[in-house]
């Protein structure tokens, strides 16, 4: 038996409650000498589990004993343990070791792990002092060929979680599953003022302090979200895949540029505090860290040669909106202007390279904005959302050329942003919405951010036959791939302003191997 097993932890109760039996274990000894006494479990953000790879993924968790942030922890470095076992009840342990959680990252935990097996479930935890955290499930990547490779797989789009427009019965759905990952497509918070009155029937609950612009409102904002209940029971089941949109910084920024057109210096620091508390909140490896303020979120994960998931980050080094931003008719040269960038030129050239050389059957690309441009003017005249890849039209045309010219099979793209689902065929032309379609593009609505919503379509789906479905309903969207065709689900909620929704799916598509098309089933 390992000095680990020995000391460490005991499973006690048919309910599965856990409890410590701990002495001491192998940090330093000014760390090791502090045996943390907490006021409350630290564990109240739960445990996650992303970025998986054929022989591992990241663990995280981060802890804290309150989401306001104001019960501080006993000590400024906290050993965590941590184990994963091939079994929920650790009688396998595979790995364990220690992680310091350290102030100065708000006490978050991550832990890269490596020489796993491909396409495994795993299960995990971690402890610090007397206290064991909730156990966390995660699955590793398929690999290549023989005993790890997998024939299909299915996976989750999700966006767009206002906390105070509704509850996350989307999330307790995604929760009960069996996916391999769930991909997280930007806006996992939202910025703005707690609202003054107290919950209505439309908006039932409340953010905490005013518009979030320091790192303590960032690191409080998130841990409120992180601490509903539906949302930690989705992160203990699946790994994640996340990249963010606006609102994890500031509504429709632009690289430096901020809504308000405030001082470079003050959003910098603003946007600086903003990213440094979204990756104390995820999953993500520490190679996403290596750029001093910046967040490397762009990147690819293989799932053997059946998917390749490109992810894009579409906020961080993008040109101003054009045409003063919003739904507007093109306007001519600012908005043709060829230096107005939407990926950054090395990402645009990172994320194509990476595409050429993909294998994959199937490559998923993570998008936060819609790519097809959709005509948002009803009848005659056309308008285009400036804010998404319509907006940029010579960086769309870049992109879409880029792939035909690298013969990527079977281009994916998930979106979130818009809060609605739009099932497309991305039109190849950015002011014909008739034109040949060049992938296939699912918007998967939002967790709950605009609230209920309608059944009534949109007025300008006549005007768009790219078009296939659309609804404004939240939910989420699953996808499952084998080597001959794509399944999309629709599923969504009648409401979310009370939290016993039960979800239904309101639309199916296929995509088959080598069309870029959809086949409603
Ligand atoms: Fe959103």
Same mark, same amino acid.
């Given at each position: ?24 274990? #192998?940090? *330093? ?48 470095? /906290?050993?965590?343990?941590? $184990?994963?076992?091939?079994? $929920? ?31 495994? &479930? ?6 610090? !002092?007397?206290?064991? *955290?909730?156990?966390? =499930? ?38 009960? +599953? ?17 609202? *003054? ?21 960032? =690191? ?36 430096? /540029? ?32 290596? =750029? ?33 931003? !919003?739904?507007? &008719? ?7 202007? #060829? ?28 998008? +936060? /904005? ?10 005659? !005249? ?38 609605? *689902? ?27 951010? !605009? ?10 789906? #006549? ?25 999309? &689900? ?8 009370? #939290? ?18 959809? +086949?409603?089933?």
């Amino acid at each position: 038996m390992s000095p680990m097993t020995r000391r460490s932890l005991v499973r006690a109760g048919a309910a599965g409650a856990l409890v410590a039996v701990s002495a001491g274990f #192998p940090v *330093s000894p000014a760390v090791a000498r502090t045996r943390p006494r907490f006021t409350g479990s630290p564990f109240a953000l739960g445990v996650a589990s992303g970025d998986p790879s054929s022989d591992g993924a990241v663990l995280w968790t981060r802890l804290t004993t309150d989401t306001l942030g104001v019960d501080p922890l006993p000590a400024p470095r /906290i050993a965590v343990r941590w $184990e994963v076992a091939e079994d $929920e009840g650790f009688r396998r342990v595979v790995r364990r070791g220690v992680e310091i959680a350290d102030e100065r990252s708000a006490h978050s935990v991550h832990v890269e792990l490596r020489g796993l097996r491909p396409h495994r &479930e795993y299960w995990y935890r971690f402890a610090a !002092g007397d206290e064991v *955290s909730p156990v966390g =499930r995660t699955r590793t990547a398929p690999g290549f060929g023989f005993g790890g490779g997998a024939d299909d797989l299915a996976f989750a789009v999700t966006s767009c979680q206002n906390y105070e427009a509704g509850y996350y019965a989307a999330w307790r759905d995604i929760a009960a +599953q069996d996916l391999d990952v769930v991909l997280h497509l930007g806006d996992y918070i939202y910025e703005g003022a707690g609202k *003054s009155d107290p919950p209505t029937a439309t908006t039932p609950r409340r953010h905490v302090g005013p518009e979030i612009t320091t790192l303590f409102d960032y =690191r409080r904002r998130l841990a409120l979200y992180r601490s509903d209940p539906d949302l930690l029971a989705a992160h203990a089941a699946h790994p994640f895949v996340v990249i963010w949109d606006d609102h994890e910084v500031d509504n429709n920024y632009a690289g430096l /540029i901020s809504q308000d057109d405030d001082p470079v210096a003050v959003f910098s620091a603003r946007r600086a505090a903003a990213y440094q508390a979204y990756y104390e909140h995820m999953p993500l490896r520490r190679a996403q860290v290596n =750029r001093g303020p910046n967040l490397q979120l762009d990147r690819t994960l293989q799932y053997g040669d059946l998917a390749q998931f490109t992810m894009l980050d579409t906020r961080q080094y993008r040109a101003n909106q054009a045409c003063g931003d !919003g739904n507007k &008719e093109p306007c001519g040269a600012e908005w043709e202007d #060829p230096s107005r960038t939407f990926l950054g030129d090395e990402q645009e050239r990172r994320v194509l390279r990476s595409l050429g050389r993909s294998r994959a059957r199937w490559n998923v690309i993570g998008n +936060q /904005i819609p790519l097809t441009a959709i005509d948002q003017q009803a009848g005659p !005249g056309q308008k285009l959302y400036m804010d998404g890849w319509a907006g940029y039209p010579v960086a769309r045309d870049r992109f879409l050329q880029g792939l035909e010219d690298r013969k990527v099979r079977n281009p994916l793209v998930v979106t979130g942003d818009v809060h609605a *689902s739009w099932a497309c065929e991305v039109n190849r032309d950015v002011r014909d919405p008739a034109s040949r379609a060049t992938a296939v593009e699912l918007i998967g609505t939002s967790i709950s951010s !605009g609230g209920d919503g309608t059944d009534v379509p949109s007025a300008v789906l #006549p005007d768009n036959p790219q078009v296939k479905f659309q609804r404004s309903r939240r939910g989420w969207v699953k996808v499952a791939l084998d080597r001959r065709e794509a399944r999309a &689900e629709f599923r969504h909620l009648p409401y979310v302003t009370r #939290p016993d929704a039960t979800p239904k799916v309101d639309a199916a598509f296929t995509v088959q191997d080598g069309t870029p098309k959809l +086949q409603r089933v």
